[in-house]
């Protein structure tokens, strides 16, 4: 038997981390990319002017009664951190960390009449994650050896910042560019999104993956025209072009897409219900959960399960190693995404630094199974980084 949980802990985190998009000045992460906030000449230049980051990181631990602690990092800050303490601590607080999908359901279900998506599924992913750690921990295995074992060798990946010609470099099998331009900056926008995909495919050559991550900017038909513009330089996916609540637009944007292009999305839905929806109304050829937002590894099994049976790839955005230990085991989520993290996209930094210990990087585009065998996540929290515990119960 193992020991029964303790206490469940949240806190909240500054600076990078989880909350990738909390950076300083001058990161190419908040250098005039294409956002729905993007009409508004005054959000346009920068995500953080319209509040991306006013979140900040949620760490949750959850305390065994033998003293052993599991813990996990997302998006939520200080909202989310009170939703840990004052409602979903009860569902975990003497109970067996072996109930995991009855902790899930009572999580989901006590709280869907405020919930269902959103800032209360991160909050559940968190400590879902931070459950799937400390099991990990008392087991004495790595998360992946958990949920089934690796099915390769190792982990490839493809990176996303501003420079996939140093990416390439780096090793990746590809290159995922932020969009910089949406439609209020009209046809000489657009001309200047396609110039940049023709300067990246000149300086990648033909055969390296190049992507645009159009983080939910677009309307049907600039996605569609860029799509169609884009298929001259080789483009592998137009990811997130719409509105996540726009269902049938994504399914309109496969069908008018070029032969050969996919459409991704997903990193903005949550749960098996949401990702039912996309997968049913045939809106893309990939799904791109964040495990730290869709509803954990728990959640996450389920939607990859649904997702094999259709034949639709599972590429995790982002999640560090929550996404790792997952895809390790999954053959319809044959590689991973790893965001750049460096300011200037021009060299390979932990994703989540500076709030975790020991987080594996890709060594020339990859990451071995044995990189991951540590129990749980592998990762601790950095001591050097300051946790403020706003609420407690
Ligand atoms: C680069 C994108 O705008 C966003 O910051 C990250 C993302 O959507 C992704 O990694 O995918
Ligand atoms: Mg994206």
């Known amino acids: 038997m193992l020991p029964k949980i303790k206490q469940v802990r949240a806190y909240v985190v500054r600076g990078g981390g989880a909350d990738y998009h909390d950076q300083g000045d001058g990161h190419w992460i908040d250098d005039h990319i294409a956002t729905p906030m993007a009409k508004y000449p005054e959000y346009r230049q920068s995500r953080q002017s319209f509040g991306i980051n006013v979140l900040g990181t949620l760490v949750v631990e959850i305390e065994a009664t033998d003293g052993t602690v599991g813990f996990a990092v997302?998006?939520?800050?200080?909202?989310?951190?009170?939703?840990?303490?004052?409602?979903?601590?009860?569902f975990l607080e003497g109970r067996s960390p072996t109930d995991y999908e009855k902790i899930w359901d009572q999580m989901y279900f006590g709280t869907q009449y405020y919930g269902r998506k959103g800032l209360v599924v991160n909050a559940i992913s968190g400590v879902d994650l931070a459950l799937w750690d400390l099991l990990g921990k008392l087991r004495q295995e790595p998360v992946y050896h958990l949920l089934g074992g690796a099915v390769r060798d190792e982990l490839s990946f493809y990176a996303t910042g501003a420079r996939p010609d140093l990416a390439k470099g780096m090793g990746f099998i590809g290159g995922k560019m932020p969009l910089h331009h949406g439609p209020a900056e009209g046809e000489e926008g657009l001309a200047k999104n396609i110039a940049e995909l023709a300067t990246m495919r000149e300086r990648c050559g033909d055969d390296f993956w190049l992507m645009f991550d159009c983080w939910m900017a677009l309307d049907l038909n600039y996605a569609t025209r860029l799509a169609h513009k884009a298929k001259d330089y080789g483009l592998k996916w137009i990811e997130e072009a719409l509105s996540p609540d726009d269902y049938w637009g994504y399914a309109a944007l496969k069908k008018a897409a070029p032969a050969g292009m996919l459409v991704t999305t997903g990193e903005h839905e949550?749960?098996?219900?949401?990702?039912?929806?996309?997968?049913?109304?045939?809106?893309?050829?990939?799904?791109?959960?964040?495990?730290?937002?869709?509803?954990?590894?728990?959640?996450?099994?389920?939607?990859?399960?649904?997702?094999?049976?259709r034949g639709v790839m599972v590429?995790?955005?982002?999640?560090?190693?929550?996404?790792?230990?997952?895809?390790?085991?999954?053959?319809?989520?044959?590689?991973?995404?790893?965001?750049?993290?460096?300011?200037?996209?021009?060299?390979?930094?932990?994703?989540?630094?500076?709030?975790?210990?020991?987080?594996?990087?890709?060594?020339?585009?990859?990451?071995?199974?044995?990189?991951?065998?540590?129990?749980?996540?592998?990762?601790?929290?950095?001591p050097a980084v300051t946790l403020h515990r706003p609420y407690t119960h």
């Open 315 to 382: 590429i995790p955005h982002g999640s560090s190693v929550y996404s790792y230990h997952f895809v390790i085991t999954r053959h319809n989520s044959p590689f991973a995404e790893f965001l750049m993290m460096a300011p200037k996209a021009d060299q390979v930094q932990p994703m989540f630094h500076p709030q975790l210990l020991d987080e594996p990087v890709p060594v020339n585009g990859r990451l071995k199974a044995t990189a991951l065998d540590k129990p749980g996540f592998g990762v601790e929290l950095n």
């Open 270 to 309: 949550a749960t098996r219900w949401g990702f039912r929806m996309l997968m049913e109304m045939e809106c893309c050829d990939i799904i791109q959960p964040d495990v730290g937002w869709c509803g954990g590894v728990t959640e996450l099994l389920k939607i990859s399960a649904m997702a094999d049976s």
């Open 74 to 90: 997302t998006t939520g800050g200080e909202p989310a951190a009170y939703i840990v303490e004052k409602h979903l601590a009860r």
